[in-house]
C-alpha cells in the first residue's frame, strides 16, 4: 500500500514536470514569437517609412517643380486675358512638360477652360480647378484622363496670382500618368514580395502595386471584406485609426495572409489624406526568421518526444518496480509463497474476527541442516510449506516466515476439527523425512483463535507464545494460547534472572543416584544429578529448569559446572582415601552444539588429575538420532578416554538401528522401558534390548527401577547395573559419601 502511494506520488512529480517543461517550452516559444513578430513589424514599419519618404519627396519635387515655374510665369508677368496670349503660355510650357515626363502641362483659366501643351483645350472643373481657384496647391486623386488617351493620371497643380498675391490670375497645371507612381509603389523589399498601396483615408484607391491582389480595386476597404470577412474587425480598426490619421499594423487575409502598415503621406498639397500601405505576404515577413522558428518547432518536438519516452520508460520500470518491490515485499523466495508480511497484511485486509491463527515450528529442524547439510535443510523447508499450503482452503491463508517457522489462518469454528487437521498436517509432514532421506522431524503448533477484531500482528505472537509450550515435547504437538501458564513464564523469568547468581552462590547442588549390581546389590557407580537449593531453602527439581536452560543457552554452563563439581568431588574422595566409582555426569544435547566441549571436559577431567573412566558421560538418546556430528563428537570424547552412555533409551525416540552408528560403552534402558516389565510383549523388548546391546559389548544400566519383580527380571536378562527407587533415590553428598564408605 505504502510503494503504491510513493508510486502514485512520484508518477504524480513526473507527470507535473513533464506538463511544466512543456509549458515553459510553450511559452518561451510564444514569447520569441511575440518577439519575433514585433522584429519584423519593426522591419516592416521601416520600410514603410522609407517608402513614404520616396513618395512624399517625388510629390514635394513634383510640386515644387510645379511651384517653380508658377513663380516665373508670375515673375515674367505672363497675360492670362486672352485665349491666345494663354495659348502662349502653353507654349513656353511646353519645354518643361518634356523635361520633366508630364504627361501633359498647361492652365486653366478662372473659368475653368483648361488649355495643354498636347494641345487638348476643354473646359474642366475638376480637383485642379476646384483647389486652385481657391489659391491652394494640389495633387489630384487618381482619375481617368478625359484629353488625351483615357487613361488614369494625377494632376499636380499651383495658382498663379495677379501682383498683389492674392487673386488667382489661373491654374498651372502638370499631369503624370498614374502608372508611373506604380513602378515606385513596387518596392523591392522583402526579396521583392512587398508592395504598396496609396490611398484615400475613405479607403478609394490612388494608386495600387500591380503586384497585389487587390490591384484594379476601387476601394480597398470593399476589396479587404470582399475577400474575407475575417477583415471586417481589421478594417474597422484601420478605418478608425486613419480617420484619426494614425499608423497601424494590420493582419489581413487576401487571397493569403498579408502584413500590412499603415502610415499618412504627409504632404500639405493633398487635401483628400493620403495612406500609404506597405504590404509584404506574412510568411514573407517570417522567411528569414522561419527555419529558426521551425528548428524550434523541432527542438519542441524532439523534447515532447524524448519526455514521453520517459515517461512510458518510468512507467513501465515504475510498474516492473513496483512489481519488483511487491514480490520482493510479498514472497518469501525459499518457497517461492507468500511471507510473514504478505499474511499481516492480507489477514489485517479481512478484518475476520474468528478462525485460528497457527504458528508452526519443527522440532529438531537444526539437525537437518547440520546433518544433512543446508539443501536438504531448504528442501524439507519447501516441501513443508507444499503440505502447508495444500492443506489449506481457498479463504484460509500461509506464509512462510523464515527458517522451519511458519504461520496459518484457518477457518474453524471447533478446535477439535482444527486439530483434526493439525494432526493429517503432522502425519504428512512427519512423511517428510523417508521422502527426503533425513532425519526425523515433528511439527508442532501454538494455536490462536481470534475472537475479537485482533490485530494480525499480536495474533501471531500469541500464536507464538502458545507453540512454546508443545516445543520440544514429545507427547503433545498443539498449544492453544489458552494453556499458557502465566505464572509459569514468570517463575521461568525469574529462574532465568537468577541463574548467573545461582552460579555465583553456589546454589546448585550435586546429588548422586547410585547405581547398583542387581544380584550383589553392592553400589558399582553413580549418577550425578543437579539441583537447585534456591537461597530461601526450597529446592528446585531439574525438570522445572534443565528445559529452560537447554532453550536459552545457559545448560553450558550449568552441565560444565556439575562436571566440574563432580571431578573436584571424586578428587576429594581419593584425596580422602575412598575407594571412588565411576560417577555419570549428563551432557545436554544443547551443549553438543560447542565445538570445544571435548577438549573443555577433558581439560577439566585432567586438571582435577581424575581418570576419564570414572566420569562417563550421559547422552539423551533423542539428540542422538541419525547425528552425525553426535557420532563425531561421541568418537571425539571416547578417543580422550571418556565412557559414552546413551541415556533415556526406549522412550519413544528409540531407534535400534541407531547403535549400530555409533558406538557407546553403556546403554541406559529408560523407566519406560522398564516399566514395561510385567507385560509379556514388552519383557520380549526389555530382553530382546538387552540382549542386543551385550551382543554389541555395551554394558546395560536400567533406570526408573522400583519393585523386586523389575530387579528380578533385569537380573535374569543379564542386566549389568539397577537405578532407581527400588535400592536408592538420588541423595546429597553427604548421604552419598556415606554409602561409599560402606
Ligand atoms: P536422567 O538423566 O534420565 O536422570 C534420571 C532421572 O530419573 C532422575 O530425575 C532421577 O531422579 C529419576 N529416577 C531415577 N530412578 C527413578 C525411579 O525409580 N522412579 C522415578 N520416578 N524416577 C527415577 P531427575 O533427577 O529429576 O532428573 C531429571 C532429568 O534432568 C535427568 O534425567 C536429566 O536428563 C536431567 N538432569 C539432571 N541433572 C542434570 C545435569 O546436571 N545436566 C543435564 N544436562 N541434565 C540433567
Ligand atoms: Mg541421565
Ligand atoms: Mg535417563
Same mark, same amino acid.
Request: glycine letters at 6%; charged letters at 25%; one cysteine or more.
Given at each position: 500500500?505504502?510503494?503504491?502511494k510513493?508510486?502514485?506520488s512520484?508518477?504524480?512529480?513526473?507527470?507535473?514536470?513533464?506538463?511544466?517543461?512543456l509549458?515553459?517550452? #510553450?511559452?518561451?516559444?510564444s514569447?520569441?514569437?511575440?518577439?519575433?513578430?514585433?522584429?519584423l513589424?519593426?522591419?516592416l514599419?521601416?520600410?514603410a517609412?522609407?517608402?513614404?519618404?520616396?513618395?512624399?519627396r517625388l510629390? =514635394?519635387?513634383?510640386?515644387q517643380?510645379l511651384l517653380?515655374?508658377?513663380?516665373?510665369i508670375?515673375?515674367?508677368?505672363?497675360?492670362?486675358?486672352?485665349? =491666345?496670349?494663354i495659348?502662349?503660355?502653353?507654349?513656353?510650357?511646353?519645354n518643361?512638360?518634356?523635361?520633366?515626363?508630364?504627361?501633359r502641362m498647361?492652365?486653366?483659366?478662372?473659368?475653368g477652360t483648361t488649355y #495643354?501643351? *498636347?494641345? /487638348?483645350?476643354?473646359?474642366?472643373?475638376?480637383?485642379?480647378?476646384?483647389?486652385?481657384?481657391?489659391?491652394?496647391?494640389?495633387?489630384?486623386?487618381t482619375?481617368?484622363?478625359?484629353?488625351g488617351?483615357?487613361?488614369l493620371?494625377?494632376?499636380?497643380?499651383?495658382?498663379i496670382?495677379?501682383?498683389?498675391?492674392k487673386?488667382?490670375?489661373?491654374?498651372?497645371?502638370?499631369?503624370?500618368?498614374?502608372k508611373e507612381?506604380? =513602378?515606385?509603389? !513596387?518596392? %523591392?523589399?522583402?526579396?521583392?514580395?512587398?508592395y504598396?498601396y496609396?490611398?484615400?483615408?475613405?479607403? +478609394?484607391?490612388?494608386?495600387?502595386s500591380?503586384?497585389?491582389?487587390?490591384?484594379?480595386?476601387k476601394?480597398?476597404f470593399?476589396?479587404?471584406?470582399?475577400?474575407?470577412?475575417?477583415?471586417a474587425?481589421?478594417?474597422?480598426?484601420?478605418?478608425?485609426?486613419?480617420?484619426?490619421k494614425?499608423?497601424?499594423?494590420?493582419?489581413? /487575409?487576401?487571397?493569403?495572409?498579408?502584413?500590412?502598415?499603415?502610415?499618412p503621406?504627409?504632404?500639405?498639397?493633398?487635401?483628400k489624406?493620403?495612406?500609404?500601405?506597405t504590404?509584404?505576404?506574412?510568411?514573407?515577413?517570417y522567411d528569414?526568421v522561419?527555419?529558426?522558428?521551425?528548428?524550434?518547432?523541432?527542438?519542441?518536438?524532439?523534447?515532447?518526444?524524448?519526455?514521453?519516452?520517459?515517461m512510458?520508460?518510468?512507467?513501465?520500470?515504475?510498474?516492473?518496480d513496483?512489481?519488483?518491490?511487491?514480490?520482493?515485499a510479498?514472497?518469501?523466495?525459499?518457497?517461492?509463497?507468500? @511471507?510473514?508480511? +504478505?499474511?499481516?497484511?492480507r489477514?489485517?485486509?479481512r478484518?475476520?474476527?474468528w478462525g485460528?491463527?497457527?504458528?508452526v515450528d519443527?522440532?529438531?529442524?537444526?539437525?537437518?541442516?547440520?546433518?544433512?547439510?543446508? *539443501?536438504k535443510g531448504?528442501?524439507?523447508?519447501?516441501?513443508?510449506?507444499?503440505?502447508?499450503k495444500d %492443506?489449506?482452503?481457498e479463504?484460509?491463508?500461509?506464509?512462510?516466515?523464515?527458517g522451519?517457522?511458519?504461520?496459518?489462518?484457518?477457518q474453524e469454528?471447533?478446535?477439535?476439527?482444527?486439530?483434526?487437521?493439525?494432526?493429517?498436517?503432522?502425519?504428512?509432514?512427519?512423511?517428510v523425512?523417508e521422502?527426503l532421506?533425513?532425519i526425523?522431524?515433528?511439527?508442532?503448533?501454538?494455536?490462536?483463535?481470534?475472537?475479537?477484531?485482533t490485530?494480525p500482528?499480536? +495474533?501471531?505472537?500469541? +500464536?507464538?507464545?502458545?507453540?512454546?509450550?508443545?516445543?520440544?515435547?514429545?507427547t503433545? &504437538?498443539?498449544?492453544?494460547?489458552?494453556e499458557?501458564n502465566f505464572q509459569?513464564?514468570?517463575?521461568?523469568?525469574q529462574?532465568?534472572?537468577?541463574?548467573?547468581?545461582?552460579i555465583? &552462590?553456589e546454589?546448585?547442588?550435586?546429588? /548422586?543416584q547410585?547405581?547398583f549390581?542387581?544380584?550383589?546389590a553392592r553400589?558399582?557407580?553413580a549418577?550425578?544429578?543437579?539441583?537447585?537449593?534456591?537461597?530461601d531453602?526450597?529446592?528446585?527439581?531439574? /525438570?522445572?529448569?534443565?528445559?529452560?536452560?537447554?532453550? %536459552?543457552?545457559?545448560?553450558?554452563?550449568?552441565?560444565?559446572?556439575?562436571?566440574?563439581?563432580?571431578?573436584?568431588?571424586q578428587?576429594?574422595?581419593?584425596k580422602?582415601?575412598?575407594?571412588?566409582?565411576p560417577?555419570?555426569? @549428563?551432557?545436554?544435547?544443547?551443549?553438543?552444539?560447542f565445538?570445544?566441549?571435548?577438549?573443555?571436559y577433558?581439560?577439566? #577431567?585432567?586438571?582435577h588429575d581424575i581418570?576419564m573412566?570414572?566420569v562417563?558421560?550421559?547422552i539423551?538418546?533423542?539428540?542422538?538420532?541419525k547425528?552425525t556430528?553426535?557420532?563425531e563428537l561421541? =568418537?571425539?570424547f571416547?578417543?580422550?578416554?571418556?565412557?559414552?552412555?546413551l541415556?533415556d533409551?526406549? %522412550?519413544?525416540y528409540s531407534?535400534?538401528?541407531?547403535?549400530n552408528?555409533?558406538r557407546? !560403552?553403556?546403554l541406559?534402558?529408560d523407566k519406560?522401558?522398564?516399566d514395561?516389565i510385567? !507385560?509379556?510383549?514388552?519383557?520380549?523388548?526389555?530382553?530382546y534390548?538387552?540382549?542386543?546391546?551385550?551382543?554389541?559389548?555395551?554394558t546395560?544400566?536400567?533406570?526408573?527401577?522400583?519393585?523386586?519383580k523389575?530387579?528380578?527380571?533385569?537380573?535374569?536378562?543379564?542386566?549389568?547395573?539397577?537405578?532407581?527407587?527400588?535400592?536408592?533415590k538420588?541423595?546429597t553428598?553427604?548421604?552419598?559419601?556415606s554409602?561409599?564408605?560402606?
Amino acid at each position: 500500500m505504502l510503494e503504491n502511494k510513493h508510486g502514485k506520488s512520484r508518477f504524480l512529480v513526473v507527470i507535473i514536470a513533464v506538463g511544466v517543461s512543456l509549458l515553459a517550452i #510553450a511559452n518561451s516559444r510564444s514569447n520569441i514569437e511575440t518577439e519575433i513578430q514585433t522584429q519584423l513589424y519593426g522591419n516592416l514599419k521601416d520600410v514603410a517609412a522609407q517608402n513614404d519618404a520616396t513618395i512624399e519627396r517625388l510629390l =514635394e519635387d513634383r510640386q515644387q517643380i510645379l511651384l517653380n515655374i508658377a513663380a516665373e510665369i508670375e515673375k515674367q508677368g505672363f497675360d492670362f486675358t486672352t485665349e =491666345e496670349n494663354i495659348w502662349k503660355i502653353v507654349e513656353w510650357l511646353e519645354n518643361y512638360s518634356t523635361l520633366y515626363d508630364c504627361k501633359r502641362m498647361g492652365i486653366i483659366a478662372t473659368d475653368g477652360t483648361t488649355y #495643354a501643351t *498636347d494641345g /487638348y483645350k476643354k473646359v474642366l472643373k475638376d480637383e485642379p480647378y476646384q483647389y486652385g481657384i481657391q489659391g491652394l496647391a494640389n495633387i489630384s486623386s487618381t482619375i481617368t484622363d478625359q484629353m488625351g488617351e483615357e487613361e488614369l493620371i494625377n494632376v499636380f497643380s499651383v495658382p498663379i496670382f495677379m501682383k498683389d498675391g492674392k487673386t488667382v490670375k489661373g491654374i498651372l497645371y502638370a499631369t503624370y500618368q498614374t502608372k508611373e507612381f506604380l =513602378e515606385l509603389l !513596387d518596392i %523591392n523589399s522583402f526579396n521583392n514580395q512587398g508592395y504598396s498601396y496609396i490611398v484615400q483615408k475613405d479607403g +478609394a484607391v490612388v494608386v495600387g502595386s500591380k503586384k497585389s491582389p487587390m490591384y484594379g480595386s476601387k476601394n480597398v476597404f470593399d476589396t479587404m471584406l470582399v475577400h474575407s470577412e475575417d477583415n471586417a474587425e481589421v478594417v474597422e480598426q484601420m478605418r478608425n485609426g486613419m480617420w484619426n490619421k494614425q499608423s497601424g499594423y494590420a493582419e489581413l /487575409y487576401i487571397m493569403g495572409d498579408r502584413s500590412l502598415y499603415y502610415t499618412p503621406i504627409e504632404t500639405e498639397y493633398i487635401h483628400k489624406d493620403w495612406y500609404l500601405f506597405t504590404i509584404v505576404p506574412t510568411n514573407v515577413l517570417y522567411d528569414k526568421v522561419e527555419t529558426l522558428l521551425d528548428q524550434q518547432d523541432l527542438l519542441i518536438i524532439v523534447v515532447a518526444v524524448t519526455l514521453f519516452c520517459l515517461m512510458i520508460y518510468y512507467m513501465f520500470t515504475y510498474r516492473s518496480d513496483e512489481k519488483l518491490l511487491r514480490n520482493m515485499a510479498y514472497i518469501d523466495p525459499l518457497t517461492e509463497g507468500h @511471507n510473514m508480511h +504478505a499474511f499481516r497484511e492480507r489477514l489485517k485486509a479481512r478484518k475476520v474476527n474468528w478462525g485460528f491463527v497457527v504458528s508452526v515450528d519443527l522440532n529438531d529442524f537444526k539437525l537437518v541442516n547440520s546433518v544433512c547439510g543446508i *539443501d536438504k535443510g531448504d528442501e524439507t523447508i519447501r516441501r513443508v510449506w507444499d503440505i502447508l499450503k495444500d %492443506n489449506i482452503g481457498e479463504r484460509e491463508l500461509a506464509a512462510h516466515g523464515g527458517g522451519d517457522h511458519y504461520v496459518m489462518y484457518l477457518q474453524e469454528v471447533y478446535k477439535n476439527h482444527l486439530m483434526e487437521r493439525l494432526q493429517k498436517i503432522t502425519e504428512e509432514i512427519e512423511k517428510v523425512p523417508e521422502e527426503l532421506e533425513i532425519i526425523s522431524i515433528h511439527p508442532y503448533f501454538g494455536v490462536y483463535e481470534l475472537k475479537d477484531l485482533t490485530d494480525p500482528e499480536e +495474533a501471531y505472537n500469541y +500464536a507464538n507464545q502458545a507453540k512454546k509450550l508443545v516445543k520440544g515435547d514429545k507427547t503433545k &504437538n498443539i498449544a492453544f494460547y489458552e494453556e499458557i501458564n502465566f505464572q509459569k513464564i514468570i517463575d521461568n523469568k525469574q529462574l532465568v534472572d537468577s541463574f548467573k547468581s545461582a552460579i555465583e &552462590n553456589e546454589e546448585f547442588q550435586v546429588w /548422586y543416584q547410585p547405581k547398583f549390581c542387581g544380584n550383589t546389590a553392592r553400589i558399582v557407580g553413580a549418577e550425578a544429578l543437579v539441583r537447585w537449593r534456591k537461597s530461601d531453602g526450597s529446592l528446585v527439581p531439574p /525438570y522445572q529448569f534443565i528445559p529452560l536452560f537447554e532453550s %536459552n543457552g545457559m545448560i553450558i554452563t550449568l552441565d560444565q559446572y556439575v562436571f566440574n563439581k563432580v571431578c573436584e568431588q571424586q578428587k576429594r574422595w581419593l584425596k580422602d582415601g575412598k575407594n571412588i566409582l565411576p560417577v555419570s555426569v @549428563n551432557i545436554s544435547r544443547a551443549s553438543l552444539y560447542f565445538g570445544n566441549i571435548v577438549d573443555k571436559y577433558r581439560d577439566i #577431567a585432567r586438571n582435577h588429575d581424575i581418570d576419564m573412566d570414572m566420569v562417563p558421560l550421559e547422552i539423551t538418546e533423542s539428540a542422538t538420532i541419525k547425528n552425525t556430528k553426535v557420532k563425531e563428537l561421541v =568418537e571425539r570424547f571416547r578417543e580422550a578416554g571418556f565412557k559414552l552412555c546413551l541415556d533415556d533409551f526406549g %522412550n519413544g525416540y528409540s531407534s535400534l538401528a541407531m547403535l549400530n552408528l555409533i558406538r557407546f !560403552d553403556v546403554l541406559k534402558l529408560d523407566k519406560m522401558l522398564v516399566d514395561y516389565i510385567g !507385560d509379556p510383549h514388552g519383557e520380549q523388548l526389555v530382553s530382546y534390548t538387552i540382549q542386543l546391546s551385550k551382543s554389541m559389548g555395551m554394558t546395560v544400566v536400567a533406570e526408573g527401577v522400583e519393585t523386586l519383580k523389575q530387579v528380578e527380571f533385569l537380573n535374569q536378562q543379564g542386566c549389568d547395573e539397577i537405578q532407581g527407587y527400588f535400592f536408592s533415590k538420588p541423595v546429597t553428598l553427604d548421604k552419598f559419601t556415606s554409602m561409599l564408605d560402606i
